[in-house]
């Protein structure tokens, strides 16, 4: 099976613009969670959708936000990016919300 | 609020000895604990996990031991190998409720050859 993609895997934004991420789960996972990885603090909980619905949330202000198709695929927005926001943003797909999670390759957003 | 600490942050081993790191989470509901191994410029992969009906795991040269009393699991690499060397995160899960997985801050393991 493939693995978990994101797109696109490198992006160059300035202040105050909005980014779209995008994250395709393993084939048959219905969960999708994302995080935000940084050299300080780590990977970061930003939020798990499950058959369409946000199930959890992370404490990120509201600029972030995500959604989940019917087909899985999962897409995280940020709006009036900050410099602080650049990162590496993962996905990670499991089969359902208890099993196991795979990660993708990530997205690295620098925000100038 | 869940949180995982994890020690060390940095560990550095001679080729063929021993590494361990340690994680300590504070929800005691968690039941599910991986531990993932990510390389420079690459994504997290899973390499051993233990549930909280059993004490010890092992694959290899990888083990994991689990405390519930105390609330602390351990990631230990036997005969350390330079392709040990990257960042090992640990994680907490409770797999009956919110499901999140709240992650320890990383350790950076670097074997000498």
């Known amino acids: 099976k493939a693995g978990v993609t994101q797109t696109p895997r490198y992006l160059i934004k300035t202040r105050g613009q909005q980014v779209t991420l995008s994250c395709s789960p393993i084939?048959?996972?219905?969960?999708v969670s994302w995080y935000q990885q940084t050299p300080g603090q780590g990977l970061q909980f930003l939020f798990e959708?499950?058959?369409?619905?946000?199930?959890n949330k992370g404490n990120f202000p509201g600029r972030f936000s995500g959604r989940q198709f019917s087909n899985s695929r999962s897409e995280m927005n940020v709006s009036t990016l900050e410099l602080g926001d650049s990162a590496l943003y993962l996905c990670?797909?499991?089969?359902?919300?208890?099993?196991?999670?795979?990660f993708g390759p990530g997205t690295r957003l620098l925000v100038l | 609020g869940e949180n995982v600490e994890q020690h060390p942050s940095t560990l550095s081993v001679q080729e063929g000895d021993s590494a361990v790191i340690k994680c300590t989470y504070s929800?005691?509901?968690?039941?599910?604990f991986p531990w993932y191994k990510q390389e420079l410029g690459k994504r997290p992969q899973l390499i051993i996990d233990?549930?909280?009906?059993?004490g010890e795991k092992k694959d290899q040269r990888i083990a994991v031991t689990l405390n519930k009393t105390a609330k602390h699991f351990s990631l230990h690499i036997t005969e350390t190998q330079p392709e040990d060397s990257a960042v090992y995160f640990c994680?907490?899960?409770?797999?009956?409720?919110?499901?999140?997985?709240?992650f320890g801050t990383g350790t950076r393991l670097k074997v000498l050859a």
């Open positions: 929800d005691s509901a968690s039941n599910y």
């Open positions: 084939s048959g996972h219905r969960s």
């Open positions: 959708y499950f058959s369409e619905t946000q199930r």
């Open positions: 233990i549930r909280s009906n059993v």
């Open positions: 994680a907490a899960s409770e797999t009956s409720g919110t499901y999140k997985y709240i």
């Open positions: 990670a797909s499991s089969l359902t919300p208890q099993e196991t999670q795979y």
